[in-house]
Protein backbone atom coordinates (compact mmCIF):
# COMPACT_ATOMS: atom_id res chain seq x y z
CA UNK A 1 0.00 0.00 0.00
CA UNK A 2 1.38 3.72 -0.97
CA UNK A 3 1.41 6.39 1.36
CA UNK A 4 -1.42 8.38 -0.15
CA UNK A 5 -2.97 5.20 -0.87
CA UNK A 6 -3.22 4.72 3.49
CA UNK A 7 -3.91 8.64 3.26
CA UNK A 8 -6.66 8.29 1.64
CA UNK A 9 -8.52 5.70 3.67
CA UNK A 10 -6.88 7.62 7.04
CA UNK A 11 -8.68 10.48 5.77
CA UNK A 12 -12.31 8.77 4.32
CA UNK A 13 -13.48 9.11 1.10
CA UNK A 14 -13.97 13.23 0.98
CA UNK A 15 -11.32 14.16 3.57
CA UNK A 16 -12.82 14.59 6.59
CA UNK A 17 -11.12 12.63 9.47
CA UNK A 18 -12.10 9.94 10.82
CA UNK A 19 -13.83 10.28 14.51
CA UNK A 20 -12.07 8.94 17.36
CA UNK A 21 -13.30 6.46 19.08
CA UNK A 22 -12.42 6.70 22.93
CA UNK A 23 -12.56 3.10 23.70
CA UNK A 24 -9.50 2.22 21.50
CA UNK A 25 -6.67 3.09 22.70
CA UNK A 26 -4.38 5.72 21.29
CA UNK A 27 -2.34 4.80 17.55
CA UNK A 28 0.86 5.54 17.32
CA UNK A 29 1.02 8.73 15.17
CA UNK A 30 1.88 7.49 11.59
CA UNK A 31 5.27 8.73 9.56
CA UNK A 32 5.00 10.81 6.65
CA UNK A 33 7.40 10.91 3.96
CA UNK A 34 8.28 14.59 1.87
CA UNK A 35 6.11 14.04 -0.66
CA UNK A 36 2.86 12.65 1.46
CA UNK A 37 3.60 15.42 3.62
CA UNK A 38 2.81 17.97 0.94
CA UNK A 39 -0.27 16.26 -0.31
CA UNK A 40 -1.61 16.30 2.95
CA UNK A 41 -0.87 20.38 3.55
CA UNK A 42 -2.66 20.85 -0.11
CA UNK A 43 -5.68 18.57 0.67
CA UNK A 44 -8.86 19.91 2.19
CA UNK A 45 -8.66 18.01 5.16
CA UNK A 46 -7.84 19.40 8.36
CA UNK A 47 -4.88 17.84 9.80
CA UNK A 48 -2.29 18.63 12.46
CA UNK A 49 1.07 17.85 11.33
CA UNK A 50 4.37 16.88 14.43
CA UNK A 51 7.54 17.82 12.58
CA UNK A 52 10.14 16.09 14.78
CA UNK A 53 13.95 15.04 13.73
CA UNK A 54 15.53 12.13 14.03
CA UNK A 55 18.18 13.18 15.78
CA UNK A 56 15.85 13.56 18.81
CA UNK A 57 14.67 10.18 18.72
CA UNK A 58 14.06 9.78 22.63
CA UNK A 59 12.42 12.91 22.81
CA UNK A 60 10.35 13.11 20.39
CA UNK A 61 8.96 9.72 20.76
CA UNK A 62 7.65 10.75 24.29
CA UNK A 63 6.27 13.71 22.50
CA UNK A 64 4.78 11.43 19.51
CA UNK A 65 2.98 8.73 22.46
CA UNK A 66 1.97 11.82 24.26
CA UNK A 67 0.12 13.80 21.28
CA UNK A 68 -1.21 10.37 19.78
CA UNK A 69 -2.79 9.70 23.05
CA UNK A 70 -4.60 13.04 23.37
CA UNK A 71 -5.24 13.47 19.52
CA UNK A 72 -6.76 9.90 20.10
CA UNK A 73 -10.01 11.21 21.80
CA UNK A 74 -10.26 14.25 19.00
CA UNK A 75 -11.74 13.84 15.13
CA UNK A 76 -8.25 15.85 13.77
CA UNK A 77 -5.76 13.03 12.34
CA UNK A 78 -2.00 13.71 13.38
CA UNK A 79 1.07 12.67 11.65
CA UNK A 80 4.52 12.63 12.33
CA UNK A 81 7.66 14.17 9.67
CA UNK A 82 11.23 13.92 10.12
CA UNK A 83 12.37 17.08 9.51
CA UNK A 84 15.76 16.42 8.94
CA UNK A 85 14.65 13.47 6.18
CA UNK A 86 12.11 15.57 4.69
CA UNK A 87 13.58 19.28 4.45
CA UNK A 88 11.55 20.92 1.63
CA UNK A 89 8.53 20.16 3.36
CA UNK A 90 9.71 21.61 6.40
CA UNK A 91 10.77 24.95 4.66
CA UNK A 92 7.60 25.46 2.36
CA UNK A 93 5.36 24.59 5.91
CA UNK A 94 7.85 27.45 7.00
CA UNK A 95 9.16 24.95 10.21
CA UNK A 96 12.23 26.79 11.45
CA UNK A 97 12.72 24.44 14.52
CA UNK A 98 11.65 21.26 15.69
CA UNK A 99 9.65 20.15 17.36
CA UNK A 100 6.88 21.60 15.38
CA UNK A 101 3.36 21.47 15.50
CA UNK A 102 1.40 22.71 12.63
CA UNK A 103 -2.53 22.99 12.13
CA UNK A 104 -3.77 22.96 8.43
CA UNK A 105 -7.43 23.38 7.37
CA UNK A 106 -7.81 22.89 3.61
CA UNK A 107 -4.63 23.65 2.61
CA UNK A 108 -4.07 26.96 4.83
CA UNK A 109 -1.65 27.02 8.04
CA UNK A 110 -4.06 27.59 10.49
CA UNK A 111 -1.81 27.63 13.61
CA UNK A 112 2.03 26.46 15.09
CA UNK A 113 3.82 25.47 18.44
CA UNK A 114 7.55 25.42 18.11
CA UNK A 115 9.26 23.73 20.69
CA UNK A 116 8.92 21.54 23.72
CA UNK A 117 5.13 21.00 25.60
CA UNK A 118 4.40 19.97 29.18
CA UNK A 119 1.14 17.76 29.04
CA UNK A 120 -1.27 20.59 30.21
CA UNK A 121 -0.07 22.97 27.47
CA UNK A 122 -0.29 20.17 24.76
CA UNK A 123 -4.24 19.50 26.21
CA UNK A 124 -4.42 23.06 25.93
CA UNK A 125 -3.24 23.71 22.13
CA UNK A 126 -5.44 20.54 20.74
CA UNK A 127 -8.69 21.85 22.58
CA UNK A 128 -8.05 25.93 20.97
CA UNK A 129 -7.72 23.69 17.65
CA UNK A 130 -11.89 23.24 17.30
CA UNK A 131 -12.06 26.99 17.63
CA UNK A 132 -9.22 28.08 15.70
CA UNK A 133 -9.96 28.01 11.59
Do not use: K, N, Y
Not at 12 to 25: I, L
Not at 29 to 50: E, H, K, M, N
Not at 55 to 77: D, F, I, Y
Amino acid sequence: MTALTWLSARLGRHGEAHAARPDRPARPIPWLTGDATLAVAGSQSDVILFFDSSSRSAAGARTAERLGRAAGQRALPVFRVDADEHPEAARRLGVGAVPALIRLSRGQLCSMRLGELSDDDLLAWLDDQSSIC
